[in-house]
């Protein structure tokens, strides 16, 4: 499997950005794919996933209400729209693909497959 990662950029506070992860080489209608980011000096940490089939979504706190993952398996493509974003969001953000069946886990070891990265700078 590979993923690639766009849409990142440069953003004023409160600003939007959709970020998307294209997916190819198996059959990415049935992993769990998530969303990650890690800014400068931190752990990489959740921040969004969905699950295939029933398409369950799941959200790290800060980001509920602002961030929406969604995902178009005909397309291989899994986005996250990026809402009133904020300084703190700033990082680089990671799609990754889950190939476990049947669950939501939201550490980053668990995930089989990873994108490069895009940088998502919040300005305030």
């Known amino acids: 499997v590979q993923l690639q990662a766009s849409g990142g950029g440069l953003v004023q506070a409160g600003g939007s950005l959709r970020l998307s992860c294209a997916a190819s080489?198996?059959?990415?209608?049935?992993?769990?794919m998530a969303w990650f980011r890690q800014a400068p000096g931190k752990e990489r940490e959740f921040v969004a996933a969905i699950k295939w089939g029933v398409y369950s979504t799941y959200y790290e706190d800060s980001v509920k209400g602002r961030f929406t993952i969604s995902r178009d398996n005909a397309k291989n493509t899994v986005y996250l729209q990026m809402n009133s974003l904020k300084p703190e969001d700033t990082a680089v953000y990671y799609c990754a693909a889950d190939l476990a069946l049947d669950r939501v886990v939201t550490t980053a070891a668990e995930y089989d497959y990873w994108g490069q990265g895009t940088l998502v700078t919040v300005s305030s």
């Open positions: 080489g198996r059959t990415f209608s049935t992993y769990t």
